[in-house]
């Protein structure tokens, strides 16, 4: 079965490798919390909120070894009072995990943006 799992994580300023470590962090925490194993991947789509430009997420997951996964980047819609420095990751996944299973990990600041996983996750 074929699922969408969502995440995101805050960082403190927009610099490489700051940008590559904490998508690895999301990715990793994204494909241990639901027992995911890198043949399930279908697809990686990452947004950022627009104040962060130093470096493609997607870049990272690539680097830790997962290089036959179609991946993309894109930056978000700036919205006035959003929460800043944002990366976020959409992971299509083939797997037999009902929707109620999966777990979405909203990490750092960004736990504030889906205090109802979070509570979830515990």
Known sequence: MLRAIRGAIQIDRDQPELVHEATRKLFRTLMEWNGL???????????????????????????????????????????PGALPRVIRLMAHVETALDRAEIRHPYLTGAAQLRPDLVAEAR
């Open 37 to 79: 194993a890198a043949d399930q991947l279908v697809s990686l789509f990452f947004t950022m909120t627009p104040d962060l430009r130093s470096a493609f997420p997607a870049a990272a997951v690539r680097e830790a070894g997962v290089g036959d996964v179609p991946m993309m980047c894109a930056t978000e819609v700036a919205v």
